[in-house]
């Protein structure tokens, strides 16, 4: 069964990092782009970007470039989401999705997601 299952977040302060992983299960990066998304409570889910091994490429968030990046280890069916210089601004829970074939697939499996909060 395909699985994803996202973990690295915590409480950090500004101007820190954290590095979430996505470890992937019964599924094939040659098959799947993985997003990733951000919720807060109250405001629109965001894609935050996405890496595709089949395009070999990585877009984000226009914002998001030069603080956050994705990376993955197909070794270890594991993406990445190193995130520098937080903000508290990017406090929400985070969640990787599996996308079909390429970045601009439809969304396939989701992740549980794992927090991120951000004090000042």
């Known amino acids: 069964e395909a699985r994803l299952v996202e973990s690295g977040g915590g409480s950090v302060q500004a101007g820190g990092s954290l590095r979430l992983s996505c470890a992937a299960s019964?599924?094939?990066?040659?098959?799947?782009?993985i997003g990733w998304f951000r919720q807060v409570p109250g405001k629109a889910r965001e894609r935050v970007g996405c890496?595709?091994?089949?395009?070999?490429?990585?877009n984000y968030l226009d914002n998001l470039k030069g603080r956050f990046t994705i990376s993955s280890d197909n070794a270890k069916n594991t993406v990445y989401l190193q995130m520098n210089s937080l903000k508290p601004e990017d406090t929400a829970v985070y969640y990787c999705?599996?996308?079909?074939?390429?970045?601009?697939?439809?969304?396939?499996?989701w992740g549980q997601g794992t927090q991120v909060t951000v004090s000042s």
């Open positions: 890496i595709s091994s089949s395009e070999g490429s990585t």
């Open positions: 019964a599924l094939s990066f040659d098959d799947y782009a």
């Open positions: 999705v599996a996308l079909e074939s390429w970045c601009s697939g439809y969304e396939v499996f």
